[in-house]
């Protein structure tokens, strides 16, 4: 029982819950160590992920270009501070849209970093687009920066 209900912990995210060592050298003492052992691991992954997610956010958030991230259903995923100033809307309220719903859907084609003029609903000029993809949960995303060369 007592293995189980660690096994269920780590399962469900509770890395905390640890086996009771009494220092037996038999086989459930040694699955109970390697339980113990097991959720530390998943215990430092966690705090790295953190971590990772929270320096992501800060170098997003110093970022003069725009970027966005999209689905594979073109749903806006994640967009950084400098992008909500060029729809002059929060990044909370953009997350969800539809690049049809944004009027951007035509950053999504894939082509070579080119120079276009934009006018976005709060920022017109000439744009460098720049494109990449990445894989989240097994799914293909695309990625869109965007540097106003009018400012440059």
């Known amino acids: 029982q007592t293995t189980a209900g660690l096994l269920q912990g780590l399962r469900e995210g509770n890395y905390s819950a640890r ?4 220092g037996s050298d038999d086989a459930l003492g040694q699955v109970l160590g390697e339980i113990n052992a097991l959720a530390d ?5 966690r705090l790295t992920e953190v ?4 320096l992501l956010t800060t170098v997003m958030a110093e970022l003069d270009a725009a970027v966005l991230a999209f689905d594979g259903r073109e749903t806006l995923v994640l967009a950084n501070p400098a ?4 729809f002059g809307r929060p990044v ?4 969800g849209q539809s690049a049809v719903a ?18 976005f609903p709060n920022a017109s000029g ?7 993809s990445f894989r989240q949960d097994g799914l293909a995303h695309h990625l869109v920066v965007l540097n106003d060369v009018t400012r440059a």
Do not use: F, N, T, Y
């Open 83 to 86: 992008a909500g100033r060029l």
């Open 102 to 119: 944004l009027r951007c859907e035509g950053l999504l084609d894939p082509l070579p970093a080119r120079l276009v003029s934009i006018d």
């Open 51 to 54: 971590e990772a997610s929270a």
């Open 126 to 132: 000439r744009w460098e687009v720049r494109h990449s």
């Open 19 to 22: 086996a009771r060592a009494d």
């Open 92 to 95: 909370p309220e953009l997350l």
């Open 41 to 45: 691991w998943l215990q430092k992954q």
